[in-house]
């Protein structure tokens, strides 16, 4: 039986269609799906339950001979959430709690961390897992707080040779963009914002530089197709004898005036954009680089090559965005 907390979300919901197109068929989904459109995720994925998290404990405990593994993508991801409570509950104590119980039970554990660990880049963006290197990161909010003090939690863990999962892998996500992300809101990735901006007739934005060696447009980040993030869990599902922190992205940042230029290009419009400041409210600690170092997952064995910037938003947009159907 295979287990995928948040599997209503964006990344989950890809990751419990991935695991279908593989022929799994003992696949449990563990969300809130609330009153919103979540539940369209997975609409077309045939499922052998869907359980809320309150019933996680439970549910494992009365199936724990049967249960391979868990691919842990549930948490709080809004990185505007502020209470702290909240997301100490979800992200640090259900993820520690999941990795104790996957250890007593020869489970496995595939868990997502995040590059916000990584606060304002200044020390890199390298996926070291020795804690006098993560101790080095200082997150901006609680979101990335929370995702970096589950690693160090871990980190300390394994130094004190306690039980460890069957596999255990974390994994740090860069921007992700791709279908399933609709119910995120002001959260989607700037891909599908635009998309509807241009659909409805709207002129495109982005924010303008305030720092002098960027130009308007030119901040940088790693942008990733939701498809590469999904191979890159199954190649590891399909090796279990791997287990680390790994940073997953591209590797080859990307300017927001790029990532509006593939979309114009896959809409077939003129490009035209309006560029406007950016709010004083993030505009001290707004990143204008991030990129993954990647050589790690390669050393591990890992050797597919990434979709394209152009490319990933080519199929997001002609596949599922301007579709009658958006969702995979």
């Not at 250890?103 to 990584?118: E, M, P």
């Amino acid at each position: 039986m295979l287990i995928v907390t948040g599997g209503a979300g964006f990344i989950g919901s890809n990751i419990v269609a991935a695991l279908e197109d593989r022929g799994e068929t003992d696949i449990v989904v563990v969300d809130r799906l609330r009153d919103g459109i979540k539940w369209k995720n997975i609409a077309k994925r045939n499922l052998r339950d869907i359980i809320h998290p309150d019933e996680l404990p439970a549910f494992l405990d009365k199936h724990a001979d049967n249960i391979d593994a868990i691919f842990h993508m549930g948490a709080i991801s809004a990185t505007t959430e502020t209470d702290a409570d909240k997301i100490v509950a979800n992200n640090l104590k259900l993820t520690t709690w999941l990795w104790d119980w996957c250890s007593h039970h020869s489970a496995r554990l595939i868990y997502a961390s995040s590059a916000a660990t990584y606060g304002d880049g200044k020390q890199g963006f390298d996926d070291s897992f020795v804690e006098a290197d993560l101790v080095k990161l200082a997150p901006l909010n609680a979101y990335g707080w929370s995702k970096h003090a589950t690693d160090r939690r871990f980190r300390r863990t394994l130094d004190q040779n306690d039980f460890r999962p069957k596999q255990w892998a974390g994994l740090k996500f860069f921007n992700v963009y791709g279908p399933n992300e609709y119910h995120k809101g002001g959260m989607r990735s700037v891909v599908s914002q635009m998309f509807d901006k241009l659909s409805a007739g709207e002129t495109a934005t982005l924010f303008k530089s305030h720092h002098p060696d960027y130009e308007d447009g030119g901040q940088l980040r790693d942008f990733v197709w939701v498809g590469d993030v999904v191979k890159i869990i199954m190649w590891l599902y399909d090796n279990p004898q791997v287990s680390d922190l790994f940073n997953v992205g591209t590797g080859n940042a990307r300017s927001f005036k790029d990532l509006a230029l593939a979309v114009f290009a896959a809409m077939g419009k003129d490009a035209k954009i309006n560029y406007i400041p950016t709010p004083e409210s993030i505009r001290d600690k707004y990143q204008y680089f991030t990129e993954a170092n990647m050589a790690k997952l390669r050393s591990a064995g890992y050797g597919d090559e990434m979709t394209s910037l152009e490319e990933g938003v080519r199929l997001y947009i002609q596949d599922y965005l301007a579709t009658e159907d958006p969702f995979r």
